[in-house]
């Protein structure tokens, strides 16, 4: 079993639409939670933090369920610009150690 | 501020080959990662050092790779020979480190194709 999980999609999705991005993770001892984005041929870049209590960003709302392992991201009102390979990303142990990455779900918001 | 810089930013190697790609971290980051993303998988964690000390080189996949980070600035990772399977795109990330949770940044990535 894959440490992330992520439905690598792609979500082609009209401009304006809200959509939903899932994750599950299978270390139960994984501390901190991110959504990365990544553009073409590009470096990952982080895109927020995800909180037990949820948190939002703007267009972006990001969930932690710790009991079902599983994030969440949210995007409302899609931009072109939100075209992007987004990867839900989680820190097993302290905030030194490394990063542990899905696969990434692939976004294309369409005019 | 200059982020993380990678070079070179594509290499194009034969089987048998040596490379050695170089990351530069950001100024003060005593914390630098090496990863890599082969098609069709996730980025995955190669290794961690500290300054210059390796702290974890649990993901290095075998003997042909060899990480150094003199003087704990910059860190070259050098493959030899190189194989097929080693194609990829290798990222290099810093972070500060401290207490709790350090953004880790990412450099631009070294595409390498072993032909």
């Known amino acids: 079993r894959k440490e992330v999980e992520q439905d690598p999609g792609p979500f082609n999705v009209p401009e304006g639409a809200t959509v939903a991005f899932n994750c599950t993770y299978s270390?139960?001892?994984?501390?901190?939670f991110f959504w990365y984005r990544q553009d073409c041929r590009k470096e990952p870049k982080l895109l927020m933090s995800v909180y037990s209590s949820g948190n939002e960003d703007g267009r972006f709302t990001a969930q932690l369920n710790r009991a079902s392992q599983y994030i969440s991201l949210l995007i409302r009102d899609s931009k072109l610009s939100d075209s992007a390979t987004y990867l839900c990303v989680v820190n097993a142990y302290s905030g030194n150690t490394p990063l542990v990455f899905g696969k990434g779900t692939r976004l294309s918001v369409i005019a | 501020e200059a982020g993380v810089t990678q070079f070179p930013s594509h290499s194009v190697i034969e089987k048998g080959q040596t490379v050695t790609l170089r990351c530069d971290p950001i100024?003060?980051?005593?914390?630098l990662y090496w990863y890599r993303r082969v098609m069709g998988k996730e980025i995955k964690f190669l290794l961690h050092?500290?300054?210059?000390?390796?702290?974890?080189e649990s993901g290095m996949p075998n003997n042909r790779f060899l990480a150094e980070r003199t003087g704990g600035t910059y860190s070259t990772l050098k493959v030899q020979p190189a194989e097929l399977e080693d194609s990829g795109v290798y990222f290099c990330a810093s972070s500060q480190f401290r207490e709790g949770y350090n953004e880790q940044f990412f450099g631009p990535g070294t595409r390498l194709t072993v032909l």
């Open positions: 270390n139960s001892a994984s501390q901190s």
């Open positions: 100024s003060g980051h005593d914390n």
């Open positions: 050092f500290v300054k210059e000390s390796k702290q974890d």
